[in-house]
Nanobody, 118 residues
């Protein structure tokens, strides 16, 4: 099972940008589909984005399209989520996880908090 550690969260003003990262412990990271999922007290868990193993294909929830970009560096075993034009409703705990398909995820990290507020 891969160990995942997220970082990069913080407080940002509406309209601002933030990049969160997820470092994986295993070299087999490059063979996994990976995703970001966020959790808010009101909405529960919400899928954000997924990227395939080589980074050539990306998928986004509708509300994130055009604002968020998922990418990965397999040489560094690291997954990223670049978030632009952040809004208060993007406030959440952001998790990275191995996307095992059909809406299921494994090997969750501990999460990194993103707060969007003026």
């Amino acid at each position: 099972q891969v160990q995942l550690v997220e970082s990069g969260g913080g407080l940002v003003q509406p309209g601002g940008s933030l990049r969160v990262s997820c470092e994986a412990s295993k070299v087999t990271f490059s063979t996994y589909y990976m995703g970001w999922v966020r959790q808010t007290p009101g909405k529960g868990l919400e899928w954000v984005s997924t990227i395939n193993a080589d980074g050539g294909s990306t998928y986004y929830a509708n509300s994130m399209k055009g604002r968020f970009t998922i990418f990965r560096d397999n040489a560094q075993n690291t997954l990223y989520l670049q978030m632009n034009n952040l809004q208060p409703e993007d406030t959440a705990l952001y998790y990275c996880a191995q996307d095992t398909g059909w809406g299921t995820f494994a090997s969750w990290g501990q999460g990194t908090q993103v707060t969007v507020s003026s």
